[in-house]
């Protein structure tokens, strides 16, 4: 597995498992035409992000943060600048609560400057991740954006890496919103195009899979990601995946038997129990 998939799978599997057994335990209710529009309507920009997030800090957080944003003054302005947003990524990360979407915002702006495949596959990664599970239309859109700028970025660097191109299309189908829905397939058969050149690549089959999901392809969806599984029996993202989609499906004793094959890759006495209980749901 490459080091861009194996990204995808502890962050894709973090979030997953919160969703699955510390959220919702039964699909929200459709919201209005009315509601979804407006919602999709609303427009968050990176300054946004960042001046709700400062309003959180104590005074001398608050006076650090505004020192690191005015330190670039002359000089080597790129490199300078490049520090400044690592620094500030890494004041976010470790010293705020809340601080994710800062964090993940000045890793963008750092790999952006830097230029490196690495670094940019890194921070859109970071991005597309905490799109799955996103519920805000606008915080969506704008996660969605970021991530696209910096595969495309990435993209332009090497044209033929296939986990990028995967990235990209994965970000119309976690991005899409109630009024662009057509976005979910667009990036369906972005990722189509690797799959179908590269039979052997699981990433794509499994956000194939996700796509599915997400499209209402449940068949689809269920035939993508048992073949993730076969080729990747200890792969507890898609096996955990492909119980959610039985069970949306009605077929509780598939997804019973795909619920129970993950107890067996997790070792969190927490995570098993809430299991068991959706087990016990279905039986």
């Known amino acids: 597995m490459k080091k ?31 509601t979804s529009t407006a919602a999709s309507a609303k427009t ?35 490199n300078q600048q490049i520090k400044s947003y690592d620094q500030l990524a890494i004041f976010w990360k470790d010293s705020v609560r809340e601080g994710f979407l800062p964090y993940i915002y000045y ?6 400057l830097e230029n490196s495949e690495k670094n940019l596959t890194f921070a859109a990664q970071l991005f597309l991740e905490n799109l799955r599970g996103q519920d805000d ?49 667009q990036g369906i058969q972005r990722i189509l195009e690797v799959a179908r050149r590269d039979t052997s690549n699981m990433y794509a089959e499994f956000m194939l899979g996700l796509g599915g999901l ?45 619920y129970q094959a993950s107890k067996k890759l997790i070792v969190d006495p927490n995570i098993i129990t809430e299991i068991d209980k959706r087990i016990k749901l279905l039986q």
């Open 44 to 78: 968050i920009t990176a300054q946004d992000i960042l001046q709700a997030s400062k309003s959180k800090l104590s005074p001398s957080q608050l006076s650090y943060v505004n020192r690191l944003e005015n330190s670039v003054v002359r000089g080597d302005v790129k």
């Open 107 to 112: 890793t963008g702006e750092s790999a952006k």
């Open 4 to 34: 861009q998939q194996i990204i995808v799978a502890s962050f894709g599997l973090i979030i997953l498992l919160v969703l699955f057994f510390f959220g919702q335990t039964v699909p929200p209710q459709k919201k209005s035409s009315e």
């Open 214 to 258: 997400q499209s209402g392809q449940l068949d689809k969806a269920v035939e993508r990601l048992t073949k993730v599984v076969k080729h990747q029996p200890n792969n507890i993202e898609a096996i955990l995946t492909l119980a959610q989609v039985n069970e949306q499906k009605g077929d509780k004793a598939e997804a019973v038997k795909w």
């Open 137 to 185: 239309a606008g915080l969506k859109s704008w996660m969605a954006n970021e991530a696209k700028g910096l595969f495309e970025k990435a993209l332009q660097i090497n044209p033929s890496n296939d986990s990028s191109k995967v990235g990209l299309g994965a970000c119309y189908i976690f991005g899409s919103t109630a009024s662009n829905p057509q976005e979910v397939m």
